[in-house]
């Protein structure tokens, strides 16, 4: 499976700042996804990230709150912007490989706001 | 009602326990299922992959699709404290690189395994 990397993987912020979280794949992958994990609650898909065109997004996520840019098959950020404290989870970036619907999933940055 | 429900735990096993995890769904048209295991700290690992029903057996784990009832489990034979994770249960409607194929997860099952 392809092996993923995310930075930062953890970064406390102040209330209304943005924080960009990179995502870095070691092959080419045509989906990306970004995901949002908040204590005792399932991921949550944010949005699929494509290369060359927009990102869709989610009901309840919009692009000002979460710009996307996915610059090549191998590289993705996810912005959030103008934080608040309800805004402090863990944000996932994941990958599909193979004809299938299997996603991998990289390590994870944990975002909390003050 | 949630489309994808996972009792949360935690579940407090010896070591060498048979573990059964389960969840339910509501959305028939979900064909592929999934197990991941996410250790504390880390990203989700995909454990298991079964499309439609049956069982698929991968050494100490067995995943168990029964779409009759939209119930899916995973069983640990022989649970081992290096098992002790939150394992959480994906599905997804395929058609791939379609509008259906996001994955929908339960909330997770926080195991431990006593040593």
């Known amino acids: 499976s392809a092996v993923i990397s995310q930075k930062p993987s953890r970064d406390i912020c102040q209330r209304g700042t943005s924080l960009t979280i990179q995502c870095q794949v070691d092959s080419q992958v045509t989906m990306m996804f970004w995901y949002r994990q908040q204590p005792g609650q399932s991921l949550t898909l944010i949005a699929t990230?494509?290369?060359?065109?927009?990102?869709?997004?989610e009901s309840g996520f919009v692009i000002d709150k979460f710009p996307i840019s996915r610059p090549n098959l191998t590289f993705s950020t996810l912005t959030v912007s103008n934080m608040s404290p309800e805004d402090s989870s863990i944000y996932l970036c994941?990958?599909?490989?193979?004809?299938?619907?299997?996603?991998?999933f990289g390590p994870g940055t944990r975002l909390t706001v003050l | 009602q949630k489309e994808v429900e996972q009792d949360p735990g935690p579940l407090s096993v010896p070591e060498g326990a048979i573990v059964s995890l389960n969840c339910t769904y509501s959305?028939?048209?979900?064909?592929?299922f999934m197990w991941y295991r996410q250790y504390s700290r880390k990203g989700p690992e995909l454990l298991m992959y079964t499309y439609s029903s049956g069982n698929k057996e991968d050494g100490r784990f067995t995943a168990q699709v029964d779409k009759s009832s939209k119930y899916i489990s995973l069983f640990i034979r022989d649970s081992q404290p290096s098992d002790s994770a939150t394992y959480l249960c994906?599905?997804?409607?395929?058609?791939?690189?379609?509008?259906?194929?996001?994955?929908?997860f339960g909330t997770g099952t926080l195991l431990a395994v006593q040593p």
């Open positions: 994941s990958v599909v490989q193979g004809a299938t619907d299997t996603q991998y």
């Open positions: 994906a599905m997804s409607a395929g058609d791939y690189g379609g509008a259906t194929n996001k994955l929908i």
């Open positions: 990230a494509n290369q060359g065109s927009e990102a869709t997004y």
């Open positions: 959305n028939s048209a979900f064909q592929y």
